[in-house]
């Protein structure tokens, strides 16, 4: 199964338990494989740098490396304007379609509103836990 991780599963899972953090654990544990783009790494990247709950530059550039070497990375061929309110979250289903996910799992509200888009489903860390039932 592929999927992609929107940043706020990254963030929640990194320092919070919960669906999120169970989530990351079913990646490392080859459940699924994570497909990503540099936008979307950058993206992560900058938020885990600016957030409330600081972590070190070694402990950013380590996710960094970790997603690198253990995602498909993706280079979308086309840009989609789908998310209306937040034209930035169109990066996840630019990576999505061109990567050929089943998933993207998110607790953005942009993208959870549009529920499904050329098959790909859009869930939140809750719903797709219950895929590993």
Do not use: C, R
């Not at 993208?111 to 797709?128: A, D, H, N, R, W």
Request: charged share 25%; proline share 3%; no cysteine.
């Amino acid at each position: 199964m592929k999927v992609v991780l929107d940043t706020n599963v990254f963030i929640s899972g990194i320092h919070w338990t919960g669906a999120s953090k169970k989530i990351l654990h079913a990646w490392h544990n080859k459940q699924f494989e994570l497909i990503s783009s540099i936008p979307i790494i950058e993206k992560i990247t900058k938020t885990l740098t600016n957030f409330k709950i600081p972590l070190s530059a070694e402990d950013i550039l380590e996710w960094e490396q970790i997603i690198i070497e253990n995602a498909i990375l993706v280079e979308p061929s086309e840009k989609l304007d789908i998310v209306k309110e937040d034209h930035d979250d169109n990066k996840f289903l630019e990576a999505a379609i061109t990567g050929n996910v089943e998933y993207v799992v998110t607790q953005d509200k942009h993208l959870l509103k549009i529920k499904e888009f050329q098959g790909i489903k859009i869930v939140t860390p809750e719903e797709f836990l219950k895929v590993f039932g």
